[in-house]
């Protein structure tokens, strides 16, 4: 067993990657997504770089399956049990601060209908002390208007469980009782042992609702791997950056709701130190979507909780925006303008080009009649491209507006790099970073062929296209660690902190991380856990992680004036000003173990186009004038390269426009340095 693989299934192809671990060298590669049964699409990914799954060392992949059963509102059905006289809390919610004056603003239709509510008494004060005992009766009552009823999950959240679990903890057992293993069951204080009502339900709410379809698609392909030879478990990607294995992915499948985009913030991590770069802007634009993220100080940002198509999630989460941006979305005449997506032809039918049955134009289609991709070898060979058919449904509707088709293919193209950097904005700028102070690393199947566009929109001087950039979020999940996330409440005004007593609390999380990390697998020598504070001033509602040094810190003379000190430092450069006078309380304990892997060389990949001839020239379209471009094999670059140019490889096309310098360092990345004016 010498192969390392990981695998990440989009909307459009299934990407993979595969690192030999006796030569280092590394092999990237796709298949078309199946999206009836997603796991023929790994499987035909698999065959592709690996004769014999029984050689694999490693095995990991992202998964979307509960994103998208949650973005097409098709999970489960869910029984929400909540403490008598609070089942409404799930659906009163917040109140919109954000949009407090937008007039179309309308709250998420909650995914439990209040119908779908059962209460059962008992109560716990907020120290966690018992006021009412738990009413065993209505919660069996609950478990059999469940069986009764068909119902696929049911979450449990009762007040104060973050404090003290013990109700939640016997209504679980009771509903496992009733209700056996067909039933997921879900406990709030398992999914987020953290204070706010409404958040803590939203979470538990949503793991229920998605957690039947992830359950059923990993024990699935963990089984059919299996049976096909593969000799170690499946890890899968979690939203906050880290690996687990699919036991575990299971048994909190929350986690694993960003699985996917994930992988590529973690490559970005990656290819941030190798270049020896702090600060990263990650761009991943697939064939359906453009997900942003940030690698700020060499580390992924994160945060301790998300919203997720406006549901609130508490857990660890890599800062994702997401718009319906990609090679597949659609462009269509909108009252009398041109309007570029969200609407996406997908994988089937696909963009006009791709000769599925699609007619109508695509930001494929419209890069395709510019010459900006090699319609003889698309994804490396893998397809053919129908240029004449691009220009039929590019034409169509550039009649439909009156405009010359090569125009409008240019206004398609300049309309999308538009929405992608304002998304880009909308993590930046909305937060007060400057973008201008960032490298734009670019992947995904089509984000290097807009990469350099984008750039200039923000005024970026340089763009990172790493090797494989069409599976670069597959690369970097053989570059994440097994992570495992621990939380512990503990409210504290600064009076009243024992340093002593919090030191023994970290030092506790400590062993249970260490704990987890061992179950899954991995060696003393690879195990570290790192530790944060969530603080505030008093008063305040909403906290900042403040890290520390290590679980003892708490415990030395001086630390409370330490500790107030980085949070003041923390406070300015996210608000732009501190009260360091002013007191501060904590909040939550957490608690961090990481598991390391060795790390992957991103030595140049060995694939079906090394030693491929040095390239043609042919005619591209740029600011309305035709210039002759050559078209280069990636592999066959060095040195550097002025642009115009078009760089294909077998995951992804890179464009390099007039006025551009790239250059190719030494782990095969593609530095451009961007130049003009557009």
């Not at 699935?220 to 096909?228: P, Q």
């Not at 997401?322 to 309007?339: K, M, V």
């Not at 293919?409 to 998304?423: F, T, Y």
Request: charged residues 25%; contains cysteine; proline residues 6%.
């Amino acid at each position: 067993m010498s192969y390392r693989v990981a695998m990440d299934i989009g909307g459009t192809f299934t990407d993979v990657v595969c690192y030999d671990e006796r030569t280092g060298a590394v092999v990237a590669s796709k298949a078309p997504t199946t999206p009836g049964d997603l796991a023929e699409g790994v499987f035909a990914a698999l065959g592709r770089v690996v004769e014999d799954p029984a050689d694999v060392s490693f095995f990991v992949h992202g998964t979307t399956q509960g994103l998208n059963a949650l973005l097409e509102r098709k999970g489960a059905r869910v029984l929400l049990l909540a403490g008598e006289g609070v089942g409404d809390v799930y659906r009163i919610a917040r109140g919109n601060r954000d949009r407090m004056f937008d007039l179309r603003y309308r709250k998420p239709e909650p995914l439990v209908p209040r119908s779908d509510v059962a209460e059962a008494a008992g109560r716990l004060d907020w120290r966690g002390r018992e006021l009412v005992p738990l009413d065993e009766d209505a919660v069996r009552r609950a478990a059999r208007r469940a069986r009764a009823e068909g119902l696929d999950a049911v979450a449990v959240c009762l007040l104060f469980s973050h404090v003290n679990p013990d109700h939640e903890i016997r209504a679980g057992e009771i509903l496992a009782e009733e209700l056996g293993e067909d039933v997921l069951v879900v406990l709030s204080h398992e999914v987020a042992r953290e204070w706010r009502e409404y958040e803590r339900t939203s979470s538990a709410v949503l793991e229920a609702y998605t957690g039947p379809v992830v359950r059923r698609y990993l024990a699935g392909i963990e089984k059919r791997l299996s049976a096909r030879g593969l000799p170690v478990p499946v890890h899968v990607m979690q939203s906050s950056g880290g690996l687990v294995n699919a036991s575990h992915a299971m048994r909190r499948p929350l986690q694993t709701l960003l699985s996917g985009p994930v992988g590529g913030t973690m490559g970005g991590v990656a290819a941030a130190r190798l270049l020896g770069r702090e600060n990263a802007i990650c761009v991943d634009m697939g064939g359906t979507s453009f997900d942003v993220s940030l690698v700020v100080d060499g580390r992924p940002d994160i945060s301790a909780e998300a919203r997720v198509e406006g549901f609130p999630v508490l857990m660890p989460i890599v800062n994702l925006h997401t718009i319906g941006a990609g090679g597949g979305s659609i462009a269509c005449a909108e009252a009398g303008a041109l309007r570029v997506g969200p609407e996406s032809a997908g994988a089937v039918p696909g963009p006009a080009c791709y000769g599925r049955g699609g007619d109508r134009p695509t930001v494929t289609d419209a890069n395709a009649v510019l010459g900006r991709v090699d319609p003889d070898w698309f994804a490396g060979g893998l397809m053919s491209l129908d240029v004449e058919a691009a220009g039929v449904a590019v034409a169509t509707l550039a009649a439909d507006l009156g405009m010359d088709p090569l125009q409008l293919a240019e206004g398609i193209c300049d309309v999308v790099n538009a929405k992608m950097a304002q998304a880009i904005r909308a993590l930046t700028v909305e937060h007060g970073i400057e973008p201008r102070e960032f490298s734009l690393v670019a992947f995904g199947g089509a984000g290097a062929m807009h990469a350099v566009f984008i750039a200039r929109e923000l005024g970026i001087a340089e763009v990172v296209v790493p090797r494989f950039p069409g599976a670069f979020s597959a690369w970097g999940m053989l570059e994440a660690d097994i992570r495992r996330d621990l939380t512990h409440p503990w409210f504290r005004p600064e009076a009243d902190l024992d340093g002593a007593e919090l030191a023994g609390l970290l030092e506790d999380l400590e062993s249970r991380a260490v704990a987890a990390l061992e179950a899954q697998g991995v060696p003393a020598e690879r195990r570290r856990v790192e530790h944060a504070l969530d603080m505030r001033y008093e008063g305040q509602d909403y906290t900042l992680t403040i890290p520390l040094r290590d679980a003892a810190e708490p415990a030395a003379p001086g630390f409370l004036t330490e500790i107030s000190a980085r949070y003041a430092d923390a406070h300015t450069r996210r608000y732009g000003h501190a009260t360091p006078e002013a007191p501060v309380e904590f909040v939550m304990l957490r608690s961090t173990g990481f598991g390391d892997f060795p790390r992957v060389a991103a030595a140049p990949a060995t694939g079906a186009d090394a030693g491929a001839d040095a390239g043609t020239v042919r005619d591209v379209i740029f600011d309305g004038e035709v210039h002759r471009t050559p078209v280069l094999r990636r592999d066959a670059l060095s040195g550097e390269l002025a642009g115009p140019a078009i760089v294909v490889e077998e995951t992804a096309t890179t464009v390099i426009p007039p006025g551009c310098l790239a250059t190719v360092n030494g782990n095969g990345f593609l530095i451009i340095k961007v130049g003009g004016d557009r």
